[in-house]
């Protein structure tokens, strides 16, 4: 097992290498000149010039690129031209936010889609069945963006009883910062009416981006449940009188949660994604707002560090979830086992 | 020559019966799930409509009308108006045309160089295979989203960019499903025969191979059109596709977005287009892909 996960970390340091060069390619080779971008609309030539030295854009490609991995090394992923601040910092600043939603978005991935999974395939056939197979397919058919504002219309305008966006009321206050995750920050300052506040406006972004990943999971778990529902060891176990619930719970159910736990993981990249989606719908000050904004002034060396944490971000779950997947099922063997998902 | 008199006629007769039934029991079971009936039904609905824009809208989608801006469903705007007064019916209706196409667009670039990549690297394995394939897994290593997003923001923002983008942070499947299959038929009795009777490696590569791949890359592309046409909306959703007022649904939500506390109406009728054509293209795929492969059947 030591040698399996040695060659998925050496994989992963090629598949990051690879990372590096696509970002960077993307936004050195192809059209667009961020030069004239930061210079203005009305600066002379000789202006934009400058501005390009002085951000080193008229150097040869290579040479930038030795310069942006040097960098990158340093934790240095560039200034952002529209917030001239160092994109680190920007993304210290934004991430906490974008992991505090995509936490509870996997909590309630996992939370709903498992118990929804096994009770299709206990029901299989029936209306249950139906009626959960109709959601799943819905699930994973839903622009996300229109859901979101399709809850806000429902929950804000219509109920008024969830609001309708950002992390905070405008009358509470930031919670001291430790951890950036309000959540958490505002109970370690014991400040309970915060960390409701917070509460209330985590669930319509947190339910916006985890509903098509429930769709999935769910119907990965049903798929699995049913084939274990069918499997000898489960007849074997009804044949010697086990209590039914004991068979779901070990035989079943167990079972069932080693296949979808990869796609639990493989769920995170789509959740990742779905972040910039939603939080532009709730004015949720994550990385995928920041992402929205810099593209609208072509601000590269922000696109760049965002593509490239979150892209490291997945890689780095996915990795966690293979070894996971060889310690959970003793069965696999430790060939390359193969990630992907949209 | 009467068919039974030749033995290899004969075979070729029977084989072609046998096609026949068994696309009879594909149809079959297509038509047997009723939600893979639904899914065919609605998918027929948006293409037709696609094709027939102009029957089907009675008004200018572009055609602005200041002093009815912002109009609620009636009589003469069935979905009511938006900001300059633009009938959203016949805007939602000329974005199904420019969704569907560009879905395609999408699809039909990222199966051709997927396709090209794939069957390179399994039809010639080694280096070439090994280099080709950690190229992909690279693709891969990325969410989709984010790398389209990446990319259609190099390439500026229009429609055509947003398609050529998602097309190739697409291409990766399509090279893999090919390779996958491609390594299986190489050693294939009748690859081999052809081989020894003289094929060159394109020929064979192309007639032999690449033909017998064509039914799982269709399938796959029906099992994928419905998330194209999605990506294809979000991209547009954050600015980086169609840009107003061209009748696209994904810039059509953004530009209703502004509104929609007290004009539901511009933000809900095209986000339901995308909704229920992207559920219609996933219901019809998932029939497909149940119906041609008896093993995911239950």
């Known amino acids: 097992m030591a ?14 290498f690879g990372m590096s060069v696509i970002t960077f390619a993307l936004t050195h080779v192809v059209p667009g000149n961020p030069a004239r971008l930061l210079a203005g609309q009305h600066a002379t030539q000789a202006q934009v010039e400058a501005v390009a030295k002085l ?76 009626l959960i197979r109709f959601f799943t397919v819905a699930g994973v058919s839903m622009p996300i963006f229109w859901f979101g504002i399709v809850l806000q219309i429902v929950f804000y305008r219509n109920l008024q009883v969830l609001p309708i966006g950002g992390r905070l009321g405008i009358i509470d206050i930031e919670p001291p910062r430790v951890t950036g995750a309000y959540l958490v920050d505002s109970l370690l300052a014991g400040e309970v009416d915060t960390f409701l506040s917070a509460l209330i406006h985590l669930i319509l972004p947190a339910a916006t981006l985890a509903a098509g990943s429930i769709a999935v999971v769910t119907r990965m778990m049903r798929a699995s449940a049913i084939e274990l529902l069918d499997a000898d060891h489960v007849r074997q176990a009804r044949a010697k009188g086990l209590v039914e619930l004991t068979i779901l719970r070990r035989h079943v159910f167990r079972n069932a949660l080693i296949p979808t736990t990869t796609v639990v993981g493989l769920q995170v990249g789509t959740l990742l994604a779905g972040n910039v989606l939603t939080e532009v719908v709730f004015n949720w000050p994550g990385i995928g707002l920041y992402a929205v904004n810099a593209i609208r002034y072509l601000d590269y060396a922000a696109i760049m560090g965002v593509t490239l944490i979150v892209s490291t971000i997945y890689v780095f779950v996915n990795l966690v979830v293979d070894i996971a997947y060889v310690v959970l099922d003793p069965r696999i063997s430790y060939g390359s086992a193969e990630t992907s998902g949209r | 020559m009467p068919v039974d008199s030749n033995p290899a006629l004969l075979d070729e007769a029977l084989a072609a019966e046998q096609r026949r039934r068994q696309l009879r029991r594909w149809l079959g079971r297509l038509f047997g799930n009723p939600l893979s009936a639904i899914g065919l039904g609605l998918s027929a609905f948006f293409i037709i409509v696609a094709i027939a824009a102009p029957l089907f809208a009675s008004q200018d989608p572009l055609a602005m009308d200041p002093s009815n801006r912002l109009a609620a469903p009636s009589a003469l705007h069935w979905l009511g108006t938006d900001d300059g007064g633009r009938d959203i019916l016949a805007r939602v209706i000329y974005g199904t045309r420019s969704s569907l196409l560009t879905a395609l667009g999408i699809l039909s670039l990222a199966s051709v160089i997927g396709t090209a990549i794939g069957l390179t690297a399994g039809y010639f394995g080694g280096w070439v295979d090994e280099t080709l394939m950690r190229i992909t897994d690279m693709f891969l290593a990325f969410p989709a989203l984010i790398l389209a997003m990446g990319m259609a923001a190099a390439l500026g923002p229009s429609l055509f960019n947003a398609m050529l983008a998602t097309a190739l942070v697409w291409w990766p499947w399509y090279a893999r ?12 009795a009748f690859v081999e025969a052809a081989r020894v009777a003289g094929a060159t490696g394109l020929r064979i590569a192309v007639r032999h191979i690449l033909r017998n791949c064509l039914t799982p890359i ?45 004009q539901w109406w511009i933000v809900t009728f095209p986000g339901l287009a995308i909704f229920l054509s992207v559920m219609a293209f996933n219901l019809l795929g998932d029939g497909l892909q149940e119906a041609l492969s008896p093993r995911l059947r239950r």
């Not at chain 1, 040698?3 to 990051?16: F, G, S």
């Not at chain 1, 934004?94 to 995509?102: K, R, S």
């Open chain 1, 3 to 16: 040698r399996y996960i040695l060659r998925r970390l050496l994989l992963m340091i090629l598949v990051l």
């Open chain 2, 177 to 188: 499903l090919v390779r996958g299959q491609a390594l299986h038929l190489k050693n294939e």
């Open chain 2, 218 to 262: 269709i399938v796959q592309m029906s099992l994928d059109i419905g998330y194209a046409i999605l990506t294809l909306a979000s991209l547009s959703f954050i600015g980086l596709g169609a840009q107003p007022p061209t009748p696209e649904w994904g810039s059509m939500v953004t530009v209703g977005r502004a509104y929609f506390l007290d």
């Open chain 1, 55 to 130: 951000y080193g854009l008229d150097r040869p490609v290579l040479e930038q690129y030795w310069v942006y991995i040097a960098g990158l090394f340093r934790g240095d992923l560039g200034m952002s031209l529209t917030t001239r601040r160092p994109v680190l910092d920007d993304l210290r600043q934004y991430l906490p936010a974008t992991i505090e939603l995509t936490t509870a978005a996997i909590l309630l991935v996992i939370g709903i889609g498992l118990p929804t999974g096994m009770l299709a395939a206990i029901r299989r056939g029936r209306p249950v069945d139906h």
